[in-house]
């Protein structure tokens, strides 16, 4: 029986020591980058920013790094929050003709991940601006395992070691439009819509019936189609003021819609935009309202494979349902951003839907898709250098 206890206490031991080797290298792959909000991801819970502590580091971060970003408010929303803008570029207060990319999260206020990687990857960016290239996971090597989705050094660890002055070359060369946080009153109440009140479906009724409308769905593309074809487009949860899924009064109705639509009117050097969303670990893009082909589906699938590859995500070509021989689709949707971005204004537009539950609280799961998305906001400003 000795000789027993003696070979399980062995065994158990060793079982220890792997699992203390495993947590280092987790942690070590994890937390490598210097003075990135690390004590953020140390605690065991993870607490994400609300609309006061994303203002503070995003002013901080700022006067820190105005010489490569300029931070301003486009407009408020209902209850008076600033929706604010980051622009990284070499010269962020001057109008240049480079290309620009769009980032969006937290149209639906619930979605904490949206907005959560987006604060993530403009302290990234920030602060690897103008750095020499460093050996990142201490292994001898230096930029050996960039943004691709691959461990490329064979270490067991992915895009653990990009290039810093890859990321310089980026931030010269293109400019980067952030709206971390596009529906504050949303985040604030914990919910997916904005917060301002409603007077019946149409704004007719004599008194406030509900709060809110969906803000992806107040966008103004085809916005008539859902009366031609009311049960292809659930008409009568989007006209019903009190459903998650109301779309407003009439397009463009919401403060918050008009300063992204403002936004993209005003610089028409956007070529690609992402707007971030959870959950489910897809990636979406136009149409969704029909299953037809965009007349740049082959540039769409390109870019998104590329995405995919990087955050291991499903590129979803024909949308939830795939590809459907109803050209108005049964259950699709009218007024998202992308279609509008795309339909309007022929900006390549994607939806990414982050994470396996709405809001991760591990630690490890959140720094891993902030982490991620990183990879995948720079792959998309460096293919919008290869736009005309």
Known sequence: MW???RFYSSVFSLIVVCLLVLSSIVHASTFSYPNLCENRFEDEEY?????????????????????ICHM???GTSYEGRSIWLIKISDNPVEGESEPAVLLM?????????????????????????????????????????GFDGIDDDGDGLIDEDPSEQWITELVDSTEMYILPMVNPDGVEYNWRKNHAPNYGSFGTA???????????????????????????YMLPF?????????????????????????????????????????????IMYPWTHTSLDTPDEEL??????????IDGYELLTHGWSGREYLIPRFSGTIGTSENWLYGERGIISFTMELCKER?????????????KHVGVNLYVAQRSLSFE
């Open 3 to 5: 000789h027993c206890f």
């Open 47 to 67: 607490q994400y920013h609300n609309y006061s502590t994303m203002t503070s580091v995003l002013h901080s971060l700022y006067e820190n790094h105005s010489d």
């Open 72 to 74: 301003q408010s486009l």
């Open 105 to 145: 999260g937290a149209h639906h206020g619930n979605e904490k991940p949206s907005y959560e990687s987006l604060i993530f990857f403009i302290e990234f960016v920030l602060k690897s601006y103008g750095l020499e290239d460093i050996d990142t996971d201490n292994d001898g090597l230096i930029d050996e395992d």
């Open 206 to 232: 004599d008194e406030i019936t509900s709060y809110g409308v969906d803000l992806n769905r107040n966008y103004g593309y085809k916005w008539y189609l859902p009366y031609l074809l009311p049960w292809n």
């Open 238 to 282: 989007i006209i019903n003021d009190r459903s998650w899924n109301y779309r407003g009064e009439c397009p463009f109705s919401e403060a918050e819609t008009q300063v992204v639509r403002d936004l993209v009117l005003s610089h028409k050097n956007i070529k690609i935009s992402l707007s971030y969303h959870s959950y489910s670990e897809v």
């Open 300 to 309: 769409f699938v390109s870019i998104g494979e590329n995405m995919s590859d």
């Open 359 to 371: 809001v991760p609280l591990d630690p490890i799961d959140v720094f891993e898709y902030c982490w």
